[in-house]
């Protein structure tokens, strides 16, 4: 027999659930119920605690991935203002957006203490792993990352007093 929470059917309890039955038939039953109860628990706390490790072991391994990209992007972009070439306002967004998710990243990482809060960071570090692998992605796919800087317009200088040079003067 199944026992599910609130089914009191069958268990060697009175109405009033105080006292037992004087039948003991179900005691082995019980007796197996209460044992699984633990086991059950177990189970439980030790699928909660696994699930936190690898959402937070993703995180970090996720987060890893994302420093190498922006390391290769910051070079670059480095690279093209030594060349006097002005960076794409996207690569600029795109690196203060890494600078913040890493900062979050540190947060989720410093904050582990308990299993309770363990289980906030994980459904965090989960939220920030999926903005990491889209930070990953957008760090790679960039095709304009910067261009030359436009050259100066030179204007000219309209000259009041019209010279005249020697050669047009012999043509005329």
């Known amino acids: 027999m199944m026992f599910l929470p609130g089914n009191v059917q069958g268990l060697p309890f009175s109405n009033s659930l105080t006292t037992f039955d004087s039948s003991l038939d179900s005691t082995p039953e019980l007796g ?3 044992l699984s109860f633990p086991r059950q628990i177990l189970h439980c706390y030790s699928f909660i605690l696994i699930s936190n490790s690898t959402n937070i072991k993703s995180l970090d391994k ?3 991935k994302l420093e190498n990209i922006r390391i290769g992007v910051q070079q670059v972009a480095e690279a093209a203002r030594r060349n006097l070439q002005v960076i794409s306002p996207n690569v600029e967004s795109w690196l203060t957006s890494v600078n913040t998710t890493t900062a979050d990243v540190e947060g989720v990482m410093r ?4 299993v309770e809060r363990d289980t906030l960071l ?9 903005d990491v692998i889209e930070l990953q992605t957008e ?3 960039y095709v304009d990352f910067s261009y030359p800087v436009p050259p100066v317009e030179i204007e000219a200088i309209p000259s009041i007093s019209v010279e005249e040079f020697d050669s047009r003067k012999l043509k005329e």
């Open 32 to 34: 197996a119920l209460l």
């Open 62 to 64: 996720e987060s890893d």
């Open 111 to 114: 904050g582990r203490v308990d």
């Open 122 to 130: 994980s459904r965090r570090a989960k939220k920030i792993a999926l």
């Open 139 to 141: 760090g790679n796919n």
